[in-house]
């Protein structure tokens, strides 16, 4: 297990929703947070970041996806909404500078998403 507990993903159809959720273990979150994605075939992706009220989207994210963090619970989210089958993929939490590293695992597991058309 690494420093973050990530849970939430699952399947859902085209336009469904989900919420991620990535809890922290022997750290605070003081820097920026951000969640990553890796699909099949494909670079590891940064999705959202967040630091307090700060927050940061790629292109794809924007517009769909709200990221949060509850620094009470040491938690960060991601509420995916209008979910597309191109939103499959692993997604990941780590920190905002952690890049690719993120995808291998090195913070701690991913979560499954998977969209169906």
């Known amino acids: 297990e690494g420093p973050v507990v990530v849970s939430g993903g699952g399947s859902v159809q085209a336009g469904g929703s989900l919420r991620l959720s990535c809890t922290a273990h022997?750290?605070?979150?003081?820097?920026?947070m951000a969640w990553y994605r890796q699909a099949p075939g494909s670079e590891c992706e940064l999705v959202s970041a967040?630091?307090?009220?700060?927050?940061v989207y790629s292109d794809s994210a924007k517009g769909r996806f709200t990221v949060s963090q509850d620094t009470a619970k040491n938690s960060v989210y991601l509420q995916m909404n209008s979910l597309k089958p191109e939103d499959t993929a692993v997604y990941f939490c780590?920190?905002?500078?952690?890049?690719?590293?993120?995808?291998?695992?090195?913070w701690g597991q991913g979560t499954q998403v998977t969209v169906s058309s």
């Open positions: 967040v630091r307090g009220n700060a927050t």
């Open positions: 780590a920190s905002a500078v952690a890049g690719a590293r993120a995808c291998t695992g090195a």
């Open positions: 022997g750290f605070t979150f003081e820097l920026a």
